[in-house]
């Protein structure tokens, strides 16, 4: 994808950008944070309550990992939404890159479009962690601490929440461009930016030892699905969590795979919401976009009414 000359002068212009970045990250005043978390009134009640924690961090030992924001997805309105949500993303993570954080991008099964990127390279070139968990390279489906709780939603049908014919049709337009309708994504989307300086890989062994090798204590995911790779994935909240790391999921700036048929049958972004609160629960906390970026928190465009809702 990238040819050796090519290469060789990108990495000449990311030992410029690198060493900026370093001077920069030094300088960069840390992070405020609200950490918003649920935490049982009395043990065994099954009562939460909500708690908002303030918090600085130092932003040279912070990374942001950007969970499977492809350029393509099977379910129309994945992609949809994912477009809505990319603009906004792409804003904070050049502002979060300026005070120092250090930005991994993650799109699952599309290492092969980045070979010979520098930011692919620097992954591979990682050294082993002394610390490397035994299982950090699978998925993680749930963690004790989950087994307090009732899992939130039903997602046994895949979260597609596409009308049937619409989604027909895109599977036949994805199959017309030659792509797999289930699995059609190749790269990230092309709105979020990659740095030289940056990091890109769908490795949990990878991305931990990128974290340590660096120092990384605290790290930020965001991305899409949040029931599904965002929790899940090698490098995701779970296996951060359940290792040691400070992690916190931008609640603004996920999405879920929840279809609206299936219990609880509420609608789609009520049922984001309802694994949100179940993270706070039994996971980690959560923060929103705005602690960084000023302004709102991101909020998708209202959903077109359906029958039976």
Known sequence: ???????????????????????????????QLTLQKRVETKAGSGEFKLTAA????????????VCDMWDLHHCKNAVKREGELAPRMNELLEKARAQGVFIIHAPSSCMKFY??????????????AANLPADIG????QIPSEEQGKYPIDQT??????????HA???????????NPRAPWTRQIAT?????QDAISDSGIEIWNLLE???????????????????????????????????????????????PARWPFVDHQRGTALFIEHLEKFVCPTITSDQLLGGKPFAFSPAPARQGL
């Open 54 to 65: 303030a918090e600085k961090w130092d932003a040279g030992k912070t990374a942001i990992i």
């Open 115 to 128: 070979e010979g990127h520098p930011a692919r390279e620097r992954a591979k070139a990682a050294p082993k």
């Open 169 to 179: 049709a895109w599977a036949e337009e994805l199959k017309a461009k030659g792509l």
């Open 192 to 196: 979020l930016k990659i740095y030289d």
């Open 213 to 259: 090798q660096r120092g990384v204590a605290n790290v930020i995911l965001m991305g899409v699905h949040v029931n599904m790779c965002v929790a899940g994935r090698p490098f995701g909240l779970r296996q951060m969590a359940k290792n040691g790391k400070h992690v916190v999921l931008m609640r603004d700036f996920t999405d879920s795979m929840y279809n």
């Open 1 to 31: 994808m990238f040819s050796r000359n090519f290469v060789s002068r990108r990495w000449v212009r990311l030992l410029i950008v690198t060493a900026f970045a370093a001077t920069a990250s030094a300088a960069a005043p840390p992070l």
């Open 138 to 141: 699978s998925w993680c489906k």
């Open 157 to 166: 049908d895949g979260g597609e929440d596409d009308d049937a014919a619409e």
